[in-house]
């Protein structure tokens, strides 16, 4: 399955990025930057060059499935988190659609809200946003929504729910784990859930999601 990874340099697409290239699929990253492309390089991982603030057909093309793992990050104002986290994720299914990659997995969030008044409330309301518009189209999407993330060695032991409000933590390699495990799991299609660690292995936990 050739799998475009949107947003690869982002500290847990890179991670998704990597296990990929040691899977049975054929990564793609997407990025920004030309000087990124050597980092991908060096994991053997063809790149395109692509801005979610701009059209991204020339990119999705060919791909069988999509990883949507971008983020305007912290350090941006509110303004790009709504272009990239909610228009620019809605232009990525757009494109899926047109071009007919049916599997798409949205990294998402806990506690997203359209009405968000968290501390992060931009961030919840946009990927709220993005979600709600991925739930109503006809992709295979599976929408996996961690807790905080933190750079804790990856176990493959974590706790799922239907519940998308709450709090927890999830280590970046537990989600990279689970976000290239539910290409292979057709019992994740059409589901949101919670991911979050704990004590249950990776797969048994994912089939029953």
Known sequence: MKVLIIGANGNTATRVTRRLAESAHDPVAMIRNPSHRAKFDKLGVA????????????????CDAIIFAAGSGGKTGNDKTVLIDHIGAIRSMVAAQVHGVRRYIMLSSINNDINSQSPIA???RAKAHADNHLVETDLDYTIVCPGGLTDEAGTELV?????????????????????VACLDNDNSVGKSFSLL???TPLTEALSTV
């Open 122 to 124: 931009h961030y919840h």
């Open 47 to 62: 790149t395109v060059l692509a801005d979610l603030e701009y059209p991204i057909d020339h990119a999705v093309q060919g």
């Open 159 to 179: 706790s799922v729910s239907a519940e998308l409000q709450g709090k927890g933590l999830t280590s970046r390699e537990n989600l990279a784990a689970a976000l």
């Open 197 to 199: 660690d704990g004590d």
